[in-house]
């Protein structure tokens, strides 16, 4: 695997993780009208999550 | 003039580095020390130090009987085990020679943890023999550097979180070490793969295996064997899916094994009894404390971690601390604790000690002023890092003389634990620790001993079994062990548990006396204890209040031992 595809794979999860967490709303299952705070910090992570994905695409091929 | 005050300025070069690496050895040869006295002291303690080591005690002494742990609570004597069998199994010959004795966990659990230390040395040793190796092809090969690989190892020990909990009667670090075998020989089979270009099967079996057993060992041990296979899947996807498919299937076919052997008591002790809430404060609160406890080698570590993944290839390492860390989030279960970072600590040590590596080789190139810088400011560093982990028994003169030295306080003043009994005012505890105030840590006395041997001569006078949180006293008399609390709560919380035969025996006081420590049973069982059991004794051992109670309305009012 290279550190592109890497990156990708880090921006996929990123991805799944915030519609996952929306999610977790449509099924009822949050108690908190809204964002609640576990889930402020898990998008946080998620955000983080992509943001480390788009920066290691410029690394190319090199391998992971 | 010039040359005299080059060669001094060389002997000052030389001299400074050896004189801190000699100091950052020394403070971590001193922790081991400690170590091994208070492991000492624990081998030597008849009782639970820690709740639950006497249900380990349980296990482990069914299993010498040929018996499974995981069994039926809604039936006498309620008790079931909720960790998987390996380290209990590993335990019973020294149970069928010595009978069913605390140290005798205490003592594999202990071994592991050195184990585990070695492994961390040997894995930064063969770093630095490699890298030599490889820059010096066709010379002599590298030495490695001894004193960091030395630190490393003895730094997993220095921890206070290993140190609390490695020689006790728990399978937590047990775990820890199948996991960094694991994780150490995968690093070396993939590094003699790629050397050589070939495959080397048998050595990711013997990996594998180590897996396996961490597995059965602790159900924490999941995230490292994610890691695994990440790095597996990483480095070589096909591959990784050909050894998870087997992989998966064996840890499937060996589950539903004991589960049918059990009658399907495995999976409702080992699963649903673990089905907890998480309390995030707790998360929240040992993070922090770990983080400002093992900041150094966190920091480079994860430092360390950021560079692979941009500059290089991520080691297994790089994934194991990362997978470690997260996982350490469980740590906010109620029930878990401190013991759940032990293994981020492992990879972050590892992770530190090829670091340091790097930067050694690194400086060995830019001439000597940087070699000079890097000697000097890496055992500072390691310096730093022991003396936030401080912890040190004061019980002697001598210790408490070099506590003093260190300008470290020589004891603390705590309260005794109390949950069935009135509050107690502070006392003087001969034990200093940097996480804090500790219930874990401070050598038993023998004052505890013969606090646990008072709480036994009162279940004595009565005839039956104590219903007793802990086993120790059972233990101690040759009688049943009745409950394990904690997994009672559990299965309770989990609507999984018929508590009406517990309930008829209590409230028909079946049994002479109920010890209590912490009260962990579920609360209609501590409601039924209220209303058919009086407190009639208090013993304190190892900070806790006991409270020793025997029937209402009965006229045998213990006599307190020796009045």
Known sequence: MTKKQLGHSFIFLGIFLILALFGIDLLGAGKFQGIGPAQKLALTGAGAIILVGLSLLPRGDRPA | ?563
């Not at chain 2, 380290?87 to 020294?94: A, D, G, N, Y």
């Not at chain 2, 070396?188 to 295996?209: T, Y």
């Not at chain 2, 009994?421 to 874990?440: K, M, T």
Request: hydrophobic share 50%; glycine share 8%.
């Open chain 2, 1 to 563: 003039m010039k040359k005299s005050l080059q060669a001094a300025s060389g002997k000052w070069h030389a001299a400074i580095p050896r004189l801190l690496i000699g100091l950052a050895l020394l403070a971590f040869v001193g922790y081991f020390i400690v170590y091994l006295i208070y492991a000492a002291n624990l081998f030597q303690f008849p009782f639970d130090y820690d709740q639950g080591e006497g249900f380990e005690l349980m296990d482990t002494a069914l299993f010498s009987l040929g018996e499974w742990p995981y069994r039926n609570n809604d039936v006498y004597p309620f008790y079931s085990s909720n960790y998987p069998p390996l380290f209990h199994v590993i335990t019973v010959p020294l149970v069928w020679l010595f009978g069913p004795k605390y140290w005798t966990g205490r003592l594999v659990s202990f071994l592991g943890t050195l184990v585990t230390a070695a492994a961390i040395a040997y894995a930064v040793k063969k770093d630095t023999k490699r890298r030599r190796g490889a820059e010096r092809r066709g010379e002599k090969k590298g030495r490695g550097r001894w004193w960091l690989s030395a630190l490393t190892g003895l730094g997993f020990l220095a921890s206070n979180y290993v140190y609390h909990v490695g020689p006790l009667f728990r399978q937590h670090m047990f775990m820890v070490m199948f996991e960094t075998l694991a994780v150490v020989l995968l690093a070396q089979v993939v590094a003699r793969e790629e050397a050589s270009g070939r495959d080397n099967n048998k050595g990711l079996l013997v990996v594998m295996f180590l897996l396996l057993l961490a597995g059965y060992t602790k159900q924490l041990a999941y995230a490292t064997v994610a890691a695994v296979f990440i790095f597996l899947f990483l480095r070589q996807p096909k591959r990784a899916v050909m050894w998870a498919v087997p992989f998966a299937a064996v840890t499937g076919l060996i589950f539903l094994w004991i589960n049918a052997a059990t009658d399907g008591m495995w999976l409702l002790n080992t699963v649903t009894a673990n089905i907890n809430p998480f309390i995030p404060g707790q998360a929240i609160g040992l993070f922090r404390q770990w983080f400002t406890l093992h900041t150094v080698i966190i920091i480079a570590a994860a430092l360390f971690a950021v560079y692979q993944l941009y500059f290089e290839r991520l080691s297994v390492y790089t994934i194991w601390f990362v997978a470690a860390v997260l996982n350490s989030v469980t740590a906010g279960k109620w029930g878990a604790g401190e013991s759940y970072f032990a293994t981020a600590i492992a990879a972050s040590l590892i992770l530190t000690g090829l670091a340091f590596n790097r930067l050694l080789d690194w400086s060995q190139n830019r001439g000597a002023n940087w070699q000079f810088a890097m000697l000097t400011i890496i055992p500072l560093l390691w310096l730093v890092q022991a003396d936030k982990l401080f912890h040190m028994p004061t019980h002697t003169p001598a210790l408490a003389a070099i506590a003093n030295a260190l300008g470290q306080p020589t004891e603390v003043w705590i309260a005794p634990q109390t949950s069935c009994s009135a509050p107690r005012p502070p006392e003087r505890i001969p034990y200093v620790d940097s996480a804090g105030v500790s219930l874990l840590g401070r050598p038993p006395s023998r004052a505890d001993t013969k606090a646990g041997i008072a709480i036994t001569e009162l279940v004595a006078q009565g005839e039956t079994a104590a219903f007793s949180e802990d086993a120790g006293f059972n233990f101690y008399l040759g009688r049943d062990i009745v409950t394990n609390p904690t997994q009672l709560l559990n299965l309770y919380n989990n609507n999984a548990v018929d508590l009406t035969k517990m309930l008829t025996m209590l409230d028909e006081q079946a049994f002479d006396t109920v010890v209590l420590r912490a009260q962990f049973y579920p609360p209609e069982v501590l409601n039924m204890i209220g209303q058919r059991y009086e407190t009639t004794n208090l013993v304190q051992m190892n900070g806790f209040v006991y409270c020793v109670m025997t029937p209402r309305g009965s006229k045998s009012i213990i006599e307190p031992p020796g009045g």
